[in-house]
């Protein structure tokens, strides 16, 4: 080896380490690259692009009201108020409520997108921003949340339990309950939540993996991955995931299924780092890698959002996942998120992992960004 090549080995790894050591100092022990001011330009980045590619604001059923529970988190932590206005015209634009019905006669929970299926929690995601909005301000505009009250109180009225029969609307409603609670002190809203939460369980929850099956359909081993293994839907576990977060920050101390809760959370932690693939995502079938192999963004964002909480509220430890963050991290802004501003590799609209489906760079969607806005936004108070 000559000279010349000796000292330029050298000095890359002088490099290397300055590199590291001013990365060490900079993020407090983290090698997270960013910090806050550059992790909210990228909440700027990806929510300008799309809320000025998206103008017509939608409808208030389940994709776009998910992207509206990350908006909401990125005003939070931006104070941006363009993104307050949007979410407020959204939900003037659909006058507060989700499915349109006033018959009670005719409300429906099973699969619909009809105004019929007021009960259906895909209709009633929305109200968690309706909340939002009712609190940011102060509580003073009933008619916000005056919807939600009706639909939920009308719901917990019915000797029903088997309301939320698929994960993701673990998601769309387990915060509805708790956000109501806040909003009115009702206790019925904590006890209905976890008779449902129980009954959901009972169907779709797996004790040896921890992990969740997306529906009575796909558990094992009546539905079974390619290779014959348990096959669990990475969005739909973090559907789950990211909604255990957002009720457990709203439950008081004294709940007495907090702990319950929390410890459903860490099982599902332990469970979910196991299956993270090298380059910082999770497949599509979370067990079996080869059944629908490749990057998928939605949900390795809200299992990032899911982790990054959990550090950063003591409930999960930070030596042990902090290293699963910062893969998670890395795949969504150097990989899933475009140059443009696209957050691309999302799996389309669906309830399974699909072998063969193409999922790319200009795979997006709406709640794909809500919930890469929900990590990135709880990103932002990491590295505070």
């Given amino acids: 080896m000559n000279f010349k090549n000796s000292f330029f080995i050298l000095m890359t790894a002088v490099s290397l380490v300055a590199v590291s050591c001013k990365s060490t100092e900079v993020k407090q022990g983290t090698s997270i690259k960013q910090s806050k001011e550059e992790v909210i330009a990228i909440i700027d980045k990806v929510n300008n692009r799309w809320q000025d590619t998206h103008p017509e604001l939608g409808n208030a059923f389940w994709n776009v009201a998910a992207y509206h529970t990350g908006n909401i988190e990125a005003y939070k932590v931006t104070k941006n108020k363009k993104y307050l206005d949007y979410s407020n015209a959204w939900a003037e634009k659909n006058q507060w409520i989700g499915a349109k019905s006033n018959n009670k006669s005719e409300w429906k929970y099973n699969y619909g997108e009809t105004d019929k299926h007021v009960l259906f929690g895909d209709w009633q995601i929305c109200f968690q921003t309706y909340i939002d909005l009712y609190n940011f301000t102060g509580k003073k505009d009933d008619y916000k949340i005056a919807r939600a009250r009706e639909v939920m109180e009308y719901q917990m009225s019915t000797s029903a339990t088997d309301y939320w029969w698929w994960v993701d609307g673990l998601y769309m409603v387990m915060p509805v309950m708790t956000k109501l609670y806040h909003a009115t002190g009702n206790e019925m809203y904590l006890e209905k939540l976890h008779a449902y939460l129980t009954h959901a369980n009972s169907i779709m929850y797996d004790d040896e993996t921890n992990l969740y099956f997306r529906?009575?359909?796909?558990?094992?081993?009546?539905?079974?991955?390619?290779?014959?293994?348990?096959?669990?839907?990475?969005?739909?576990?973090?559907?789950?995931?990211a909604g255990y977060a957002k009720i457990i920050q709203d439950l008081p101390n004294s709940s007495k299924h907090k702990k319950e809760y929390i410890n459903r959370f860490?099982?599902?932690?332990?469970?979910?780092?196991?299956?993270?693939?090298?380059?910082?995502?999770?497949?599509?079938?979370i067990l079996d890698p080869e059944h629908a192999p490749g990057p998928e963004t939605s949900g390795t964002a809200f299992f990032t959002y899911g982790f990054l909480w959990g550090i950063n509220n003591g409930i999960l430890d930070k030596a042990t996942y902090f290293p699963v963050v910062e893969k998670s991290?890395?795949?969504l802004t150097g990989f899933a998120l475009q140059a443009d501003g696209a957050v691309g590799y999302v799996q389309p609209i669906g309830e399974k992992a699909i072998p063969g489906q193409v999922v790319d760079k200009n795979s997006t969607a709406d709640f794909g960004v809500g919930a890469f806005l929900l990590a990135a936004s709880e990103m932002s108070r990491f590295v505070k």
């Fill in 266 to 285: 860490k099982d599902m932690a332990k469970a979910l780092v196991a299956a993270q693939q090298q380059e910082g995502y999770w497949t599509r079938s």
């Fill in 215 to 241: 529906d009575a359909k796909y558990v094992y081993p009546k539905h079974k991955s390619a290779n014959g293994k348990k096959d669990f839907w990475a969005r739909g576990d973090g559907w789950i995931f």
């Fill in 329 to 331: 991290w890395n795949y």
